[in-house]
């Protein structure tokens, strides 16, 4: 007769219970994350909940919020440490039992996947006959019993097991086979649903939109969407429909009142997207967080140069910050994108046009560098929540210069090395002239706004 393991001496074996020989990369109260042992990309790791889950099989509705936690842990993971993440190159899957190596739930994160070789995009392959969009069906129990069906079927058939060793479920990337979602999508299960964004921080871009972004969503009642979603200013994202963009939104659960956050700091300099958001919803709420322009214009820079090097540069040398933003006869270039965007009032003017003052927050970007409470309690009282985030909330990274997010046990979350970039040094006569350039324009936003800022204009 064959042994019985009790459950209790099971989860003692479980090397993803007992943590042992894990080199833990991040963990909060419930959840670990690691370095998969063979890793199939350069980022190649697992989430695992802490409490013991033998596998995705077993799951069921009340697991949803579960999920979209481990999913979050995923995208924020990626976020803060992998520069220039891209969303598309994202692929998130669990095995299907019984092809799972260990026995307790984990969550593999795939990046970049278009690294992958032919064998592995084969194992890993989205779309295929075992492919389960999560979201929409992986919980339905007709759904469930069919792919069962089809995995022991698979089983059954010649060399199954070789080849396809990992089963997975894959998320589809946000922006594919979305086209058109019925409106009995909205709820997602008996306890989460996703609505359209009740706020949008719509920029400003290198003013901090990223920071202000994840330190609001330490507020309880405040659930961020992790990336940018380009919906407004993009056409082809735009022509998808508000359906589409409602299905990017994340999972939240149904009796609370969360305030769901978007950030996408193109919106603020676009043109046509004050008008779309207000076809929208012309009561949302709209945070805009701005810096002293010539520090914005210098990070603008620094973000264009990095990117140029790291893509090659091609065969052109990469302009230095004065060629950038000075014609050759000393003059300002305002045709240079970068200066025109640091012309807040330019903007500014568009969407004042059409939301009154009282939706639109404006928070001070170096203040919040240099203290974030305060312009974080300005916004909580913007949005009519409770103040629940606090200077515990934070510890200041000496190294970095800036601000991070506090976790249990005394672990930091800081944004990735993209943010905090070291600026290249300006020759103090350029400063000067651009603060000149720029005086005009900030009176006419200081006035705009009906408050004034302590940028220097010498
Ligand atoms: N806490 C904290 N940690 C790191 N960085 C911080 C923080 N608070 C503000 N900032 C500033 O944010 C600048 C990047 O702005 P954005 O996030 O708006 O950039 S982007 O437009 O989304 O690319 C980034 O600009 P650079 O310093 O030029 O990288 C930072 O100065």
């Known amino acids: 007769m064959a042994k019985l393991i009790s459950s209790k001496k099971l989860i003692k074996m479980c090397i993803f219970c007992s943590q042992e020989k894990l080199s833990i990369l991040f963990q909060d109260e419930k959840f670990l994350l690691i370095k998969d042992i063979r890793p199939a990309t350069e980022h190649h790791y697992l989430v695992i909940p802490k409490e013991h889950y033998s596998n995705i099989k077993y799951l069921n509705q009340q697991q949803i919020p579960m999920i979209e936690n481990m999913k979050q842990i995923a995208q924020d993971f990626l976020q803060t440490n992998v520069s220039d993440f891209d969303q598309n190159n994202l692929r998130l899957g669990f095995h299907w039992s019984p092809f799972n190596t260990i026995d307790h739930l984990h969550l593999h994160i795939l990046y970049p996947y278009r690294q992958m070789n032919w064998l592995q995009n084969l194992i890993f392959r989205p779309n295929s006959y075992w492919f389960i969009d ?252 409770p103040h629940l985030i606090g200077h515990d909330d934070f510890i200041y990274n000496v190294t970095k210069g800036f601000y991070c997010i506090r976790l249990a046990d005394n672990q930091e979350k800081c944004l990735n090395k993209n943010k905090g970039r070291r600026h290249p040094d300006i020759n103090p006569v350029i400063i000067k002239r651009l603060r000149k350039f720029y005086e005009p324009y900030n009176k006419f936003f200081f006035s705009l706004v009906g408050r004034s800022f302590n940028w220097p204009n010498r």
């Open 134 to 385: 999560v979201e929409r069906h992986f919980f339905t129990s007709l759904c469930l019993i069919t792919f069962i069906l089809i995995v022991l079927i698979l089983i059954s058939t010649n060399n199954f097991n070789l080849i396809f060793r990992h089963q997975f479920i894959i998320w589809p990337n946000p922006g594919l086979d979305k086209k058109s979602v019925n409106e009995t999508d909205r709820i997602i299960s008996n306890e989460s649903q996703k609505v359209l964004p009740h706020c949008i921080i719509v920029g400003v871009r290198k003013c901090g939109t990223r920071a202000l972004l994840e330190f609001l969503d330490i507020h309880p009642q405040i659930t961020k969407v992790i990336n940018e979603i380009h919906f407004f200013d993009d056409e082809k994202h735009y022509n998808l429909g508000l359906e589409w963009y409602r299905q990017q939104m994340p999972a939240i659960p149904i009796n609370q009142s969360n305030i769901v956050i978007e950030k996408t700091p193109a919106y603020f300099v676009t043109e046509s997207v004050p008008e779309r958001i207000y076809a929208m919803n012309a009561s949302i709420k709209i945070i805009l967080i701005v810096r002293e322009p010539v520090v914005r214009l210098i990070s603008d820079y620094a973000q264009l140069a990095s990117n140029r090097m790291k893509g090659g540069g091609g065969q052109r040398r990469i302009e230095t910050f004065e060629e950038s933003v000075l014609y050759p006869n000393g003059k300002v270039n305002s045709s240079y994108k970068g200066i025109r965007i640091s012309m807040y009032a330019v903007y500014f003017s568009r969407w004042i046009k059409l939301f009154s003052k009282n939706q639109i927050h404006v928070v001070d970007g170096d203040q919040f560098v240099y203290d974030p409470l305060p312009e974080l309690k300005k916004i909580e009282t913007f949005l009519g929540l």
